[in-house]
């Protein structure tokens, strides 16, 4: 069946270190394959997507790689800031009349 | 403003009541989706809708109703069958043709 598994949280970094979060996807077909994330008291909101192999979304410094050969797609961010704390969810759609399968969330918290 | 309007943002209802969380939107999207997420927790799938009129259960959908009589409108009633309500309700709204799903700012409700 189709998958996520991400990293376990909490991921506790300093401001303007580097940043990656695990994402592995086990899926029949061709998913696309999304980057969410959650502020405290919050909805979620899209960061960013990618829809085939070797495609690279990014949104506010974040980047993620659609890599299909290793089925992943981690999340990096070059220098975190302490606004960026939050709870970031892997996700992935194979067909557009699919629900979305989620990835259990990881914590990030960012140390002045 | 376009978006996705959840009411209210906290409730508290007693033990035995059942209780109705709206889910709104103006983004003119098809389907829509009510989703459960417990503290700490990811998101687990309690009802979809993807056309008016009609709507699935989703994985948790034991103690709960959805109603899809509009396009803009998809509430959730929380019966008393339902054994631990206390949790954040996020309503999500997802275009035609399209993988990537929106959220509102979500329902915390705690029953006592």
């Known amino acids: 069946g189709n998958s996520v598994t991400q990293m376990e949280g909490p991921v506790t970094l300093s401001e303007e270190a580097f940043l990656t979060i695990n994402c592995t996807y086990t899926?029949?077909?061709?998913?696309?394959l999304f980057w969410y994330v959650q502020y405290p008291g919050e909805g979620l909101q899209l960061l960013l997507k990618?829809?085939?192999a070797d495609d690279k979304g990014s949104n506010k410094g974040f980047e993620a790689t659609y890599r299909k050969e290793t089925t992943s797609f981690h999340l990096e961010k070059g220098s975190v800031q302490v606004s960026d704390s939050a709870v970031y969810f892997c996700?992935?759609?194979?067909?557009?009349?699919?629900?979305?399968?989620w990835g259990a969330g990881t914590k990030l918290i960012i140390k002045p | 403003d376009g978006g996705i309007t959840q009411s209210p943002k906290y409730l508290f209802r007693k033990e035995g009541q059942n209780v109705t969380l709206s889910c709104e939107q103006n983004?003119?999207?098809?389907?829509m989706y009510w989703y459960r997420q417990d503290p700490g927790q990811g998101l687990r799938l309690i009802y979809y809708?993807?056309?008016?009129?009609?709507?699935q259960k989703g994985d948790i959908a034991e103690g709960y109703s959805v109603s899809r009589e509009k396009k803009e409108s998809f509430p959730l009633t929380v019966t008393s069958a339902q054994k631990n309500p206390t949790a954040f309700y996020l309503c999500?709204?997802?275009?035609?043709?399209?993988?990537?799903?929106?959220f509102g700012p979500g329902t915390r409700l705690t029953v006592l």
């Open positions: 899926a029949t077909g061709y998913p696309s």
């Open positions: 996700a992935l759609s194979v067909d557009s009349n699919y629900q979305l399968i």
């Open positions: 809708s993807q056309i008016v009129n009609d709507f």
């Open positions: 990618a829809t085939k």
């Open positions: 999500a709204t997802k275009r035609t043709g399209l993988y990537e799903q929106f």
């Open positions: 983004l003119n999207h098809d389907a």
